[in-house]
């Protein structure tokens, strides 16, 4: 770790020894259960015609120890490859690579810059208040990477006046152990608060190892993790329209890489240290709204195994502004300017690497009538290098009709995409290409939603039909002479159909929902520059081409259940087709009850994942946990 970042830490370490810390969302003793889909959310101002969804409250509270990995597989239509219980995870929306989902934390990019993705196991929800997902391409809105969609991630928002405090505790199954410290205090002028975990887990699970002759049961030896961290965010409000927050987020994760079925333990491991940094001034005047954020993120790997020890330490310093202007509620204009300079050391570059990229970007929503929402958005980028196009977006929301309690709308757009090569791609040696072009894609879709309101029941259903072009796919091709290199290989398209549709309902003290999802998705080389023909029109390695989901929430009184129930279909390990896993179902399930204590409440969880003992895996010959359980204490003051 560099000087400078010590420094950081020290400041930090400084900071949280003045500041209170706080506490993350609010326990009520009615559990609610936050609607699924609901236009008006602020990731939805400037993306009509987008599909976009929040994980709601009771389920982040219950699964607050998992991983964003975790969550995404299990509530929405997104593929989550995990390289076991211990390994990486890496996300497949709408047919694309996991470089082609954006993750944005209080609204700005955190990939990784060598690698232009995030591994999903790292990031725990712990860090988070909110978590959205916006379907389909968000170029315009988002930059670089975001074609298949985009994960938002927003800190805790701490409104509540007073002082707030809990503590958590749990235990589970294969030596797994998580506590979790959140505290607060807001008032008029402040709002400080933060929060603190640890978590271990020796993942000694048995398994069939498939990779012997006769699948003998054996124990799991090697997939251990440790991971701790925390967040602060700190809001001054300096005025009734001015304000000033800081906010950081410090992930440690250091995890023995479990070994594929029939392969010998080479003791591979990695450290990931990931620390973000980002203060954020805001102001409102007849003008509008005012918005600058600076960022600093640094992100060290450290991977050894046998014959391998490689660094990585990347700084990205970000800075952002916005202005906003809205005029009633007939239309708003956002436009702003992002600003990025990395700088990494990686023991693969054989030196240090920097580089600068600009954006501007014109987010444009206009409602010429109640019913009608249109968005028109623009960015233009500007890399070292590269001579990215222009990306528009052009979106409509039509409410065109309603039947006493139906409301019927019919939604659409159309996007441009790109992707800049990553670090690895270019500067790896040997094999990095530096002549790579950027990826570039257009993504249509179209779809209807239905909503039902009558008292204390509510119903959403929504279905959304969408493609993907892709061109100058970037692909990793065996070189011949002991290397691999990235070429621009090959034209994909990826198109499929999306379904969601929820319940909820009222009675009493009682409080149920249900919610069922499905996602076909057929993502294929459509064109070949280089390469055999054997693989053109084949769905491309670890896109499933069903998945489907089902959950319910009910509470009673100080009773809470959760279930979720997710099924995969089959997958393809090579590009021709030739090979493939099947299909897997997991069920999950959670009962808790909340008892008062006074002034305070204490909460007790029982979940079992995997309740079924399905042998499934994500990745190939990687063994994944079978039933596991998991007791949870949490006190709130």
């Known amino acids: 770790m560099t000087t400078f970042h010590k420094f950081i830490f020290c400041l930090l370490a400084s900071s949280c020894t003045v500041a209170t810390v706080a506490v993350a969302q609010q326990d009520t003793t009615h559990y609610e259960l936050g609607a699924v889909e609901v236009f008006g959310k602020p990731a939805e101002v400037y993306a009509a015609g987008s599909r976009v969804f929040s994980l709601d409250s009771s389920y982040l509270q219950t699964y607050s120890s998992a991983s964003l990995a975790e969550a995404l597989q299990t509530r929405t239509p997104l593929y989550l490859k995990s390289y076991g219980a211990s390994g990486l995870s890496s996300v497949s929306f709408r047919g694309t690579s996991a470089s082609h989902t954006a993750v944005l934390w209080n609204g700005l990019n955190i990939a990784i810059p060598s ?67 959140s505290a607060g205090y807001s008032s008029e002028k402040i709002a400080v608060g933060g929060s ?46 001015t304000n000033l927050a800081f906010s950081s987020w410090y992930t440690y994760t250091d995890r023995e890489l479990q070994p594929a079925m029939g392969a010998a333990d ?31 993120f640094s992100d060290f790997l450290h991977y050894t195994d046998n014959h391998n020890n490689s660094r990585t330490d990347i700084g990205t310093w970000q800075l952002q502004a916005e202005q906003t202007y809205t005029y009633g509620r007939r239309w708003s204009l956002k436009g702003g300017l992002n600003l990025q300079y990395f700088d990494a050391a990686v023991d ?11 954006a501007a970007f014109a987010l444009f929503r206009y409602e010429p009538v109640q019913r009608l929402a249109l968005s028109l958005n623009l960015r233009q980028a500007f890399v070292e290098g590269f001579n990215p196009v222009p990306t528009p977006t052009l979106g409509a929301n039509w409410k065109f009709a309603r039947f006493g309690q139906h ?19 270019r500067f790896w040696r040997p094999g990095g290409n530096p002549d790579l072009k950027p990826e570039q894609g257009w993504n249509y879709e179209a779809g209807l939603r239905h909503l039902f309101a009558k008292g204390a029941v509510v119903v959403e259903t929504e279905a959304t039909a969408y493609t993907i072009l892709l061109d100058n796919w970037v692909q990793w091709t065996d070189t011949g002479v002991g290397y691999w290199t990235p070429l621009n290989l090959q034209k994909v398209q990826s198109q499929g159909l999306e379904f969601s549709s929820r319940v909820s309902a009222k009675a009493g003290k009682a409080v149920v929902g249900a919610a069922a999802g499905y996602a ?49 279909g089959r997958r393809y390990t090579t590009a021709n087709n030739s090979e493939s896993m ?52 949490r006190y709130i003051i």
């Not at 988002?142 to 235990?171: C, H, W």
């Not at 975990?197 to 069939?208: E, G, I, L």
């Not at 693969?348 to 600009?358: I, L, N, Q, S």
């Open 115 to 181: 690698l232009g993705q995030n591994d999903f196991a790292t990031l725990p929800l712990s860090g988070v208040g909110d978590v959205a997902v916006q379907h389909g391409a968000a170029g315009a809105t988002y930059g670089s990477g975001a074609i298949g969609g985009a994960v938002m991630l927003n800190s805790p928002d701490y409104t509540e006046k007073g002082f707030r405090a809990a503590l958590q505790q749990e235990v589970g199954s294969f030596g797994r152990y998580y506590s979790h410290i």
């Open 196 to 241: 603190a975990y640890r978590q271990q887990a020796q993942n000694n699970f048995w398994y069939r190892n498939a990779g012997k002759f006769g699948a003998p049961r054996e124990r799991m030896a090697h997939a251990g993790v440790a991971q701790h961290g925390f967040t602060q965010d700190v809001t001054w409000h300096l005025s009734p329209k």
């Open 266 to 296: 080479n003791n591979a491991a990695q450290l990931d240290k990931n620390l973000r940094l980002l203060t954020s001034f805001g102001h409102n005047s007849r003008w509008g709204q005012t918005s600058i954020k600076a960022a600093y």
């Open 348 to 358: 693969g570059y054989g030196g240090k690497v920097t580089e600068k990229r600009a």
């Open 407 to 425: 409301y019927i709308s019919v939604k659409g757009n159309v996007s441009g995409s790109y992707r800049v090569p990553t670090l690895n791609e």
């Open 520 to 568: 076909f998705t057929s993502s294929e080389q459509v064109k070949s520059y280089e390469g055999a023909a054997a693989e053109l029109h084949r769905q491309l390695p670890y896109v499933p081409l069903h998945k489907a989901t089902f959950s319910t929430d009910a509470s009673y009184r100080t009773w809470r259940f959760i279930g979720n129930l997710t099924y995969t």
């Open 582 to 633: 099947p299909g897997f179902t997991l069920l999950g399930l959670s009962v808790g009850k909340q008892f008062k204590l006074g002034r305070h409440q204490l909460h007790t969880t029982l979940r079992t994942d995997n309740a079924t003992n399905t042998r499934y895996q994500t990745m190939v010959n990687r063994a994944m946990p079978p039933r596991s359980y998991t007791f949870s204490l």
